[in-house]
């Protein structure tokens, strides 16, 4: 239950967000009130100035004191936030006019300082200690880029006055691309999130997956991988989809005799799905709009095909591993209270649908979430006031608005520290530099700069968000992959899928930690279970970098082969990785499951021959599978037995046995 923020604090959040969104609104819908406009750089200060304040409301200096009410301190940094914010807004068109992120008068300077401070503070409780620190370090780097031993690193040098001041008044740190995008682009989105869950969308997805899996063999498990799945599209957030979907799935899939590390690396990887998820993907996805110049529409329809297959992996693997140790489904609705559950459900449907027609019909990425937004709120005063509960609809309206506040705020906070990191770079002019030396480093190897980005992704992505790793990567690797004449939207996203897996592959996971915590199992362990069930995020991002068709770049001819061919090797590897044949109904042998494992990676190539030859010879190993492997066809009385005793162990809060 939430303590820190008392109604008092709650109705002060609320009351910034109004303020917030509306100044968004303002800007992507031209409003202009009076002829009134406002600077984008005003705008981007007037933002901070409304969600900065709450990340010292909401979110606590310690851990240890988050259940205590809101202290002094944190009351006198939100006043400082709002009113420095406030100040460099109200000088924003003197800050451009007389180039203030050079020669300010010395009360800027100050508060120049101050804010650096308060960014940091705030990202340090957004995001944590670790990507903090780095953030510091890139802000502070100007200060020494004269002096650096290594010629590629050697940039400019300034002082601290002068890195004070590019970073809060110069338009490529704070202020930067990152920012930019949440101001315009994400602030709606990260609304539209908040504004499903709170409506219901969140019961209704996990119904509608109930009902269409539920009673199939597995069915608990796929259920938590088709509901995180739809819950990710809203959050685009791993964590938070674990903690929200996961105190369901995870007993229910113990319940059902799944062990339960397996059944939290399950939820685990069908949460971090939801990052690179269409239509509301992780925010690093957002700032690639400005990094590229692309709408998002464009990102959205190209991440969705990844998504698909990384999907389909899961699946495949969940149905594998049920057929092979007996787990039947569950006793409740079957596909025939599908129609009812659409039928109460249809504005959530609705609102999807209308999302992505608005994106992609219309072209209206920044204005087409608020629009979604009102519609879901209306519908929540009509279903409300139809139920006779009229007298809930303030305050309803008023959680909205604090949750929404506390979502945007841990974004804004994150991506405004994350800022400090381009200006770091930036300020000295290593950034322009950085990509040339990394492909004459890798003597203009593709693979080898691709193995190099994928391992420095994973390792930034155990200390930083990965909207941080995405933009330092995105200044880096991202130009020297297009240099070596990568599709540009292929080489961003490959740097979004590798800062991603960090939240599943050891020794962080914070996904599969989290997850392991809701099921009370070894979180390294439950985190390996992760990993090989989320093992197709390893391989797709080079499969759509050497086959940009993946990404639905091409001829349509090329698209469809790409995406057939990808199916079926997901498919064959999802059933190498658990050793059962699905469609066969038998068990695999070793020397048949690192065969089929080989033959389906050959699959993604983008040479046909190859991926015919491939897919003809998983066939063959099937075909062997089917009538000359000893594995029985049918569930023994002995598989049937062991799965009663871990339906029993789990009813008990026992783990049960792996088979």
Known sequence: METRLTP?????VAVLTVTGVLLAMNQVFFWNPGGFTLLRSSYLYLVLACFLPICFLAFPLLKSVRNRPVP????????????????FGVNGETIVNQGWDYAAPQTAVLLSYLLWLLVLEALRRTAGLIVTLIALAFSLYPLAAGQMPLGFLRGI???????AQGHIMGADSVLGLPLQTAGTILIGFLLFGVALQHTGGATFFYDLAQALFGRYRGGSAKVSVFSSAFMGMMSGSAVSNVLTTGPMTIPAMKRAGF????????EATASTGGTITPPIMGSAAFIMVSFIGVP????????????????LGIFVQVDAYSAKSGLMGQ????????????LRGWPYLAALIGLVALLVVQQRESQAPYWIVAFLLVVLVVRLTGEGKARQVPAALFDFLVSAG?????????????????????????????????????GENLVLILLAGAVTCFILGMGMTVSAVYVFLAIVMAPALTQLGVNPIAAHLFVIYWATVSYITPPVGLAAFAAANIAKTPPMATAWTATRLGAVKYIVPFAFVFNPALLGQGAGTDIVLAVVFSAAGVFFLACAFEGWMTGVGRALTLPVRTAMAVLALGLFAPSLPVSSACLAGCAVLAVVTRFWNAGDQTVSAER??????????????EEPAEV
């Open 640 to 653: 049937e037995r062991v799965r009663k005793e871990r339906v029993e162990a789990a009813d008990r809060g």
């Open 296 to 311: 998002y529409s464009e990102i959205a329809l190209a991440a969705a095909i990844p998504a698909i297959l990384y999907f």
């Open 331 to 342: 006793r409740g609705p079957g596909p025939a209270a599908v129609g009812g559950i659409l």
């Open 8 to 12: 008092l604090w709650k109705a002060v």
């Open 157 to 163: 040098s300034t002082d601290l006055s002068g890195a």
């Open 406 to 442: 506390r979502t945007i705020a841990e974004i804004i906070g994150i991506i405004a520290g994350v800022g400090l990191i381009v200006g770091g770079l930036s300020m000295t002019g290593v950034s322009l530099s950085l990509a040339r030396e990394l492909v004459a480093a890798v």
């Open 259 to 266: 062990p339960g590390r397996y059944a939290a690396g399950i």
């Open 72 to 87: 002094f301190y944190d009351v006198i940094l939100a006043l400082l936030a709002a009113g420095v914010c406030t100040y």
